[in-house]
């Protein structure tokens, strides 16, 4: 089915992304690098300790895509085999990798195919995500640990920040099923707080496949939960995907129109978001009145929150992938013939990738301090 190239090709760029991993793994867990020096030095013996994050990380990718692509088969969808993108960027924080994809490279007019090739990588990915946090919830090591790594944190006196020592300074915000398992399984004089999970391999690992899991499973356009939405909803699919993506924008970008600001400040940042929330509406397929209508609902909106509720605040993060999906992906769904439902089997699962959407969504994911 697939050439000797393509099994290279792809081979290569699956051990590129696994060496790139555990490069970053190496930075975030014991504040190692490959171009430092001295004691910040990243040595052969950092690097296979830094597997313990990369192994699981990439490996619930991997059975993601796999999930893609065994369900692909089955259902004779030509599919490319996993591309993994290696993303360790050297000189800046990184995860070591931009994700994985699969493209689809034949016609699929079935909502039933769709459907099933959408949801299997998520709930895949999902079920190792668990084992992966279970084993690093019950298996933390002694409260003293991060003394190893933090011997400054001993000293009474000190109010620094742990990147000034080679660190990196990353807080990770709870989803709720973190916390659920956190609360279930975890020793609470071994747990640590959410910006020292960094250091916690398997912790890490299973959090950042949340946060995965959660991105892919958002209900718009031609993401998984875009797949999941279209086979539930066959007649409502692009409203809804208009709808949440109305509100993740909202959310988004909530607090950087604040009237308190500058005069000065304000004058130049309004038009500028107005400007960036048309680039993501311009490819939508509305009226031009329609999309400037809710372009300034928007803006008008969150500056009147903002007003009311000073400290209001979304998570400006996720401007950059609403960008994305607004400009590149898209926000619709191709269609196919007919509004035939998916059977009873189908809109269960269907609504347990909803419920796995709902518990592993982080609002407010991770904090670079």
């Known amino acids: ?61 991997l059975i993601h895509e796999l999930g893609h692509l065994l369900t692909s088969i089955h259902h004779k969808v030509k599919s490319s085999l996993p591309y993994f993108i290696p993303g360790w960027l050297v000189i800046a924080p990184s995860l070591g990798t931009f994700g994985a994809i699969i493209s689809m490279k034949s016609f699929v007019n079935s909502r039933k195919k769709y459907f099933d090739i959408g949801v299997a990588g998520p709930l895949a990915g999902f079920i190792i995500a668990l084992f992966v946090l279970g084993y690093g919830f019950t298996n933390l090591p002694d409260a003293d640990y991060i003394y190893q ?56 690992a299973g959090y950042l496949a949340l946060f995965f899991t959660a991105l892919n499973l958002l209900p718009i356009g031609q993401l998984d939960g875009g797949h999941v939405v279209f086979g539930l909803f066959p007649k409502r699919h692009k409203e809804i995907s208009l709808i949440f993506y109305t509100a993740f924008v909202f959310y988004a970008g909530l607090g950087l129109l604040n009237p308190y600001d500058d005069f000065n400040t304000l004058i130049i940042r309004i038009p500028l978001y107005v400007v960036f929330l048309y680039i993501c509406y311009r490819k939508a397929s509305l009226e031009n009145q329609t999309k400037w209508t809710i372009i300034l609902l928007i803006a008008a909106s969150q500056y009147a929150l903002v007003y009311y509720y000073p400290g209001l605040q979304g998570y400006s993060g996720w401007l950059l992938f609403a960008f994305l999906l607004g400009r590149i992906m898209g926000l619709e769904h191709p269609e196919v013939n007919g509004f035939k439902e998916l059977n009873s089997n189908r809109k269960i699962i269907g609504w347990v990738a909803i419920l796995i959407f709902v518990l592993c969504f982080t609002p407010q994911p991770f904090q670079i301090g």
């Open 1 to 61: 089915m697939y050439t000797k190239k393509e099994y290279l090709r792809h081979g290569l760029l699956f051990l590129a992304t696994l060496i790139a991993t555990t490069l970053a793994g190496g930075e975030w867990l014991y504040g190692k690098s490959l171009i430092a020096g001295g004691e910040h030095a990243l040595t052969f013996e950092y690097f296979l300790k830094s597997l313990h994050f990369s192994i699981p990380f990439i490996g619930i990718l």
């Open 149 to 204: 790594i933090h011997p400054e944190y001993l000293d009474p006196d000190f109010k620094g920040h742990v990147e000034e020592d080679g660190y990196l300074n990353l807080e990770m915000g709870y989803n709720l099923l973190f916390y659920g398992m956190e609360k279930i399984f975890a020793d609470p004089e071994k747990m640590p707080n959410m910006s020292e999970i960094i250091h916690f391999p398997y912790l890490f």
